[in-house]
């Protein structure tokens, strides 16, 4: 039963179209409207962090992500969006993120072991399980799913 269910749903996730999924990023992208939690807000008005810094870095950082397709994508495009964020921590154009990504990189990445979510709330609570202050794991997940994913 196991073996018929894994070959199931491999079968459905290699006949959706990869092109959907880049094609959605793109125009995710390239919009303008980019909506930011409340906290987050706070921290990157705080930096004095433009509009077009982050949308320069969100390109940079789906730039180097995409092609990376992944069977199970989602839970995939978020571990290497974190793993993103951890190695290139010099690039966040926000002086408090990027601090705190560089204090907590380490933490971050231990999360990926406990990750079961790939949803903003999922990633959240791993990097909580890593020990990152909730606050610190709130403001870094919004981050990494507001501005890659």
Do not use: C
């Amino acid at each position: 039963m196991k073996k018929f269910l894994a070959a199931a749903i491999s079968t459905i996730m290699l006949s959706i179209p990869l092109s959907n999924v880049a094609a959605a990023s793109k125009s995710l992208a390239e919009s303008e409207s980019i909506q930011v939690s409340n906290s987050l807000e706070r921290i990157l008005e705080k930096d004095n962090v433009s509009k077009e810094e982050l949308r320069e870095y969100s390109k940079r950082a789906r730039a180097e992500l995409s092609g990376k397709p992944n069977l199970q994508w989602k839970l995939g495009a978020v571990k290497n969006a974190v793993k993103f964020v951890v190695d290139h921590h010099n690039l966040i154009p926000s002086k408090t993120i990027r601090g705190w990504v560089d204090k907590y990189g380490n933490k971050m990445m231990d999360a990926l072991d406990t990750l079961e979510s790939g949803t903003r709330i999922g990633l959240q609570l791993a990097f909580e399980e890593a020990g990152i202050p909730r606050n610190v794991a709130k403001a870094i997940a919004d981050f990494i799913v507001t501005f890659i994913l």
